[in-house]
């Protein structure tokens, strides 16, 4: 006869006030809600048992009825260049890539906020995964708290797999948590959502959050942008503009836009003038990505790096600001655009201790 147990509810990703909820209906006092949020967000303590200034009577009791949620990376990769790939299990089964990527004195993770994504982006391997479910805020959260670097990260971008303003209940929720005083109260300043763009999701998002916004921009033109980006039929960037515009970026919000550079396809000077015509008057800086190739994918080529330079070039004399970004990680599929999880093909890590 198989013995099946059922997972218990995880605190990870619960407010104090549900936590208030949880110790009431437990019997235990009220002000233990508030120890609790501070184990599970501040300390990232994972095991009830640890969670010493709570009665062993009521740990006990806890213990029955919840787990906190945290679960180590199922498998991981490391790069050469210091990059690490992550695959994290989700509550309902599935398995999400977080990347963390250390840089002098930064280090930054990549988290991803869906199984896959509906968006459907033709450069990107998790738009060719399609969409298989949203991911809770306990498994957003346990990226970055069961993360092994977690004691370096600086900062946090939503720029794994998913699209964060389809899944924008999860996103606000586990940003609120980091910058919350009983998480680690995090400036928003170190954290980055990044979009496609969505029309219900993006003022919203400018309403409700004050992270900083990264929209995925990789051509100026509309049916251009179309054809590798579904997401500007329903939503296009001239929209996107006209709303972003009726916000204040000179403050500590930043705004950038991502662009991919594909060799020989937006990486001329008719697309450089054009980004310049779009983004004239608006506070905010541009990153360019080089292209990295996908398996079975030959309509993109990648851009030649003197080409980049002339881009990059060309908007910054014109007063936009723009960088090239450093690649990172693509010698495991952690470079941008690569992370995929239909298909498993990294190894098992060494068991959690
Ligand atoms: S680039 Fe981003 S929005 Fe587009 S398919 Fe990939 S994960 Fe989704």
Redesign the pocket.
């Known amino acids: 006869m198989s013995t099946t147990t059922t997972p218990k509810p995880v605190l990870l990703g619960m407010t104090p006030e549900e936590l208030k909820t949880v110790v009431l209906e437990l019997g235990m006092p009220a002000f233990s809600a508030k120890q609790l949020a501070q184990w599970i967000y501040q300390k990232g303590e994972g095991d009830i048992q640890r969670m010493s200034n709570i009665s062993v009577a009521a740990r006990k009791k806890l213990a029955e009825h919840y787990d906190v949620g945290f679960s180590a990376p199922l498998a991981e990769q490391h790069s050469a260049d210091g990059t690490s790939k992550y695959l994290f299990g989700t509550l309902d089964g599935h398995t999400v890539e977080t990347v963390f990527i250390p840089d002098d004195d930064r280090g930054t993770v990549c988290v991803s906020c869906q199984v896959g ?5 033709s ?2 391997m ?2 060719r995964q399609g969409f298989q479910g949203q991911l809770s805020v306990a498994d957003i959260l346990n990226q970055i708290y069961s993360l092994p670097e977690r004691e370096r990260l600086t900062n946090i971008v939503f720029m794994g ?3 964060p303003l389809d899944n924008l209940d999860a996103v606000l929720a586990a940003t609120r948590h980091l910058m919350a005083d009983y998480g680690w109260a995090w400036s928003p300043r170190r954290i980055t959502v ?1 979009t ?1 763009g969505l029309r219900k999701g993006l003022k919203r998002f400018l309403d409700e959050s004050p992270c900083h916004l990264a929209i ?1 921009l990789h051509n100026p033109f509309p049916e251009e942008r179309a054809a590798i ?1 579904p ?1 500007e039929r329903s939503y296009s960037l001239t929209e996107m503009l006209e709303l972003l515009h009726e916000y204040d970026w000179t403050g500590q919000r930043r705004l950038s836009f991502e662009y991919i550079v594909f060799g020989g396809q937006n990486d001329s000077n008719r697309y450089a003038r054009e980004l310049v015509r779009l983004l004239s008057g608006l506070e905010c800086r541009v990153n360019l990505i080089r292209w990295h190739a996908l398996p079975d994918e030959d309509r993109f080529r990648e851009a030649d790096p003197v080409r980049m330079a002339a881009f990059r070039d060309y908007l910054t004399h014109r007063n936009v600001r723009c960088t090239i970004r450093a690649s990172r990680g693509q010698d495991i599929d952690a470079a941008c ?1 690569l992370l995929n999880t239909k298909e498993q093909n990294i190894q098992p890590s060494a068991p959690a201790l």
């Open positions: 994504c509906r968006m459907a982006c450069f990107c998790t738009g797999q998913g699209e990044s496609a995925s980006m997401a655009g």
